[in-house]
């Protein structure tokens, strides 16, 4: 098993690439933390997992609440190795002088306030353990945007940047970090992405535009995950990692 005996946070991880991705640590040997602002999805995947996953619910936004997850996984856990920074939320595909404030604001603190809040919390842990491994899910939007999505695409860069750029800062404590690039994919946010029904024929639309003709679907961004988490990933800090099948090409 290529994570045993790690410990894990997720974030957003009551559904979708976050779900995907806490299923897949816990098969490779880790004790994963599904966290969610939901805290009736977090506790329905981490009862599903079962043994080695814990359930906890909080406002990635809020530090209070981040420091209190890490404080808990620390405590109850003994440590923390990965943390996957996967909670995202968009606005729905539409002009940008349509999009409002709040939706602006409630985007940054989602998608990029709480990688701020989680990096002052979990890397003294981190540290600690004489390292760690950081996963953000950034997004092709990040690298080659469409339109209609344009403050979310801001969010993304944002994402896709400060993970090179805190790589550079946390190597000296042997601590990686890395973003995943996923194409627009089969998850809960799918309709608010295509701004348009969620039909056969719209889906066709978005999927013509990549290369492999499909989407990105969970256990594509777990796997990839797991790879850079892994000491098969050792040697790796400071990427973007599009997983998107040639979408970005």
């Known amino acids: 098993m290529r994570l045993k005996g790690k410990i894990s946070i997720v974030t957003g991880a009551g ?8 299923r897949v640590f816990a098969k490779e040997g880790a004790k994963v933390v599904v966290v969610d602002v939901r805290g ?27 420091q209190r997850v890490v404080n808990d996984t620390v405590e109850k856990l003994g440590g923390l190795d990965i943390l996957v920074n996967n909670a995202g939320i968009t606005h729905r595909n539409k002009p940008v002088l349509d999009v409002t404030e709040d939706e602006f604001d409630r985007m940054f603190r989602v998608n990029v306030k709480s990688i701020f809040h989680f990096a002052r919390a979990a890397i003294p842990a981190m540290r600690e353990r004489g390292g ?26 944002a994402v896709n940047l400060v993970s090179k750029s805190l790589a550079l800062e946390v190597a ?14 089969e998850t809960g946010l799918l309709e608010q992405f295509m701004g348009v029904p969620d039909t056969p024929e719209n889906r066709a639309r978005f999927i013509a535009t990549i290369p492999l003709g499909r989407m990105s679907r969970p256990d ?21 990692l599009p997983v998107d099948g040639g979408r970005t090409v």
């Open 40 to 66: 009736d999805a977090a506790e329905r995947v981490a009862s599903e997992i079962g043994n080695g996953a814990i359930a906890m619910t909080a406002d990635v936004g809020d530090g209070a609440a981040v």
């Open 132 to 157: 760690g491994a950081i996963i953000n899910v950034g997004s092709t939007a990040g690298l080659r945007p469409r339109p209609g999505l344009t403050w979310y695409n801001a969010t993304k860069g």
């Open 220 to 240: 594509d961004i777990a796997n990839a995950a797991l790879y850079l988490a892994s000491d098969d990933g050792a040697f790796i800090t400071g990427i973007e």
């Open 15 to 22: 559904g979708g690439f976050g779900e995907g991705i806490a």
């Open 172 to 185: 000296q404590w042997n601590i990686r970090v890395n973003a995943l690039c996923p194409v627009i994919g």
